[in-house]
T-cell receptor, first 114, second 112 residues
Framework: GAGVSQSPSNKVTEKGKDVELRCDPISGHTALYWYRQSLGQGLEFLIY????????KSGLPSDRFSAERTGGSVSTLTIQRTQQEDSAVYLC????????????FGEGSRLTVL | QQQVKQSPQSLIVQKGGIPIINCAYENTAFDYFPWYQQFPGKGPALLIA?????SEKKEGRFTISFNKSAKQFSLHIMDSQPGDSATYFCAASSNYGQNFVFGPGTRLSVLP
C-alpha cells in the first residue's frame, strides 16, 4: 500500500505478557517515529529513527519498552511484561526526514492489557 | 522548554462559525509549525503547516496565524462544517522535522 501500515490493529493481552507491534513505513521514508496515545489524550513521543543514526529513545517510559528498525524499513515496538497502564493506541509515523516536516501516520495499534 | 501548550481543550461551534485554536511554545529553535487533524479511529493527518518567515498561511478554509515575537500560533477554520469535527493537534519541530513536539489536542465539535 501507499501509506504507513501497522499491525495488529487490535491486540488484547494479559498483564505480564510481552507484545510486539509492527510498523511498515512508506517506502523511501528515512525517518520513523513511534507515539503513544492514551484514550482521549495527546500524542506521547516514544522513539525516533533517522536513517542509520542512533535512535532517539528519550521518550520510552521504562526499560520494558524497546524498538528496533531493521534494514532502515520495518520497525517493531516491543513491550515486555505488559501492565494495565500500557493500554493505549500506539501510532507509527514516517517522513522523508530532513527534506520535509510532514509526518505520515498509520492508523495505530490499539493495545488492551487485561 | 520543549513543551507546546494548546487551548482550548474542547470547542463547540455552530455550523458556519469560526473556531480558533491557540498554541504557544518556548523553544526559539523551533522552525516548523504544523497542524494535524485526527478523526476517531484514524491516525493524525497533516492539515496545514507554517514556517516562521511568514505571519499567515491560508489553505482553503484553514488559516494559520503566526506571531514569532509572542511565540504563538493559531488555527482558524472559516465557515466550519460538521465534517470538520475532529481533534486538532498543533506541533513544533526543529532541524527540518526532527524532534516533533505535539500539543495536547483540541476536540472540536461543529453542530449542524
Amino acid at each position: 500500500g501507499a501509506g504507513v501500515s501497522q499491525s495488529p490493529s487490535n491486540k488484547v493481552t494479559e498483564k505480564g505478557k510481552d507484545v510486539e507491534l509492527r510498523c511498515d513505513p512508506i517506502s523511501g521514508h528515512t525517518a520513523l517515529y513511534w507515539y503513544r496515545q492514551s484514550l482521549g489524550q495527546g500524542l506521547e513521543f516514544l522513539i525516533y529513527f533517522q536513517g542509520n543514526s542512533a535512535p532517539d529513545k528519550s521518550g520510552l517510559p521504562s526499560d520494558r519498552f524497546s524498538a528496533e528498525r531493521t534494514g532502515g524499513s520495518v520497525s517493531t515496538l516491543t513491550i515486555q511484561r505488559t501492565q494495565q497502564e500500557d493500554s493505549a493506541v500506539y501510532l507509527c509515523a514516517s517522513s522523508l526526514g530532513y527534506t520535509t516536516g510532514e509526518l505520515f501516520f498509520g492508523e495505530g495499534s490499539r493495545l488492551t492489557v487485561l | 522548554q520543549q513543551q507546546v501548550k494548546q487551548s482550548p481543550q474542547s470547542l463547540i461551534v455552530q455550523k458556519g462559525g469560526i473556531p480558533i485554536i491557540n498554541c504557544a511554545y518556548e523553544n526559539t529553535a523551533f522552525d516548523y509549525f504544523p497542524w494535524y487533524q485526527q478523526f476517531p479511529g484514524k491516525g493524525p493527518a497533516l492539515l496545514i503547516a507554517i514556517r516562521p518567515d511568514v505571519s499567515e498561511k491560508k489553505e482553503g478554509r484553514f488559516t494559520i496565524s503566526f506571531n514569532k515575537s509572542a511565540k504563538q500560533f493559531s488555527l482558524h477554520i472559516m465557515d466550519s462544517q460538521p465534517g470538520d469535527s475532529a481533534t486538532y493537534f498543533c506541533a513544533a519541530s526543529s532541524n527540518y522535522g526532527q524532534n516533533f513536539v505535539f500539543g495536547p489536542g483540541t476536540r472540536l465539535s461543529v453542530l449542524p
